[in-house]
């Protein structure tokens, strides 16, 4: 993550674009072997997932590798929208690459239920919840949260 280039992580509202009050994160562009390293360790968990949700799924869209330094943060949203057909998200997962209060301050995952749920990051923590979850990263204040995101259709 600290050697790849990265660009301005987009939001999809009406196409792909850069919002910054939205969102403010980097997208890294890492290399293919480890690409293909993450989408079989993220495939490996997809039974396990769908069993924990009672829900069938048939694939993933394909790892984003998400670098937030201080500043960073991910206002609340949803990652599936009805007027997204060309994304047919079922369950949303994160897995952190970096920990609170070692790499990071701040930048904990907030899902919202009936009460929101703060999680803080901790490298290799494996998170995954319904797509249509509202959620948001809050800010990160110091150092850098780093983490790969993934969604099974």
């Keep these: 993550?600290?050697?790849?280039?990265?660009?301005?992580?987009?939001?999809?509202a009406d196409g792909f674009r850069v919002d910054e009050a939205a969102r403010r994160a980097f997208d890294v562009d890492v290399e293919d072997a480890?690409?293909?390293?993450?989408?079989?360790?993220?495939?490996?968990?997809?039974?396990?997932?769908?069993?924990?949700?009672?829900?069938t799924l048939s694939g993933a869209e394909g790892p984003g590798f998400l670098r937030y330094e201080p500043g960073g943060f991910y206002g609340q949203h949803r990652d599936?929208?009805?007027?997204?057909e060309q994304?047919?998200?079922?369950?949303?997962?994160?897995?952190f690459?970096?920990?609170?209060g070692?790499?990071?301050?701040?930048?904990?995952?907030r899902v919202y239920g009936p009460e929101?749920?703060?999680?803080?990051?901790?490298?290799?923590l494996f998170v995954a919840f319904p797509s249509e979850t509202p959620h948001e990263v809050l800010p990160v204040t110091a150092g850098v949260?780093?983490?790969i995101v993934d969604w099974f259709y």
């Design 1 to 12: 993550m600290d050697r790849a280039p990265r660009s301005p992580a987009e939001i999809y």
């Design 80 to 84: 599936v929208s009805p007027e997204w």
């Design 34 to 55: 480890l690409i293909e390293e993450v989408v079989r360790a993220i495939d490996a968990a997809r039974p396990q997932v769908a069993a924990f949700f009672n829900v």
């Design 116 to 124: 929101p749920l703060d999680i803080a990051p901790r490298a290799g």
């Design 97 to 100: 690459l970096t920990t609170a």
């Design 87 to 95: 994304f047919p998200r079922r369950i949303s997962v994160v897995v």
């Design 102 to 109: 070692e790499d990071c301050e701040g930048g904990s995952l």
């Design 145 to 147: 949260r780093d983490a």
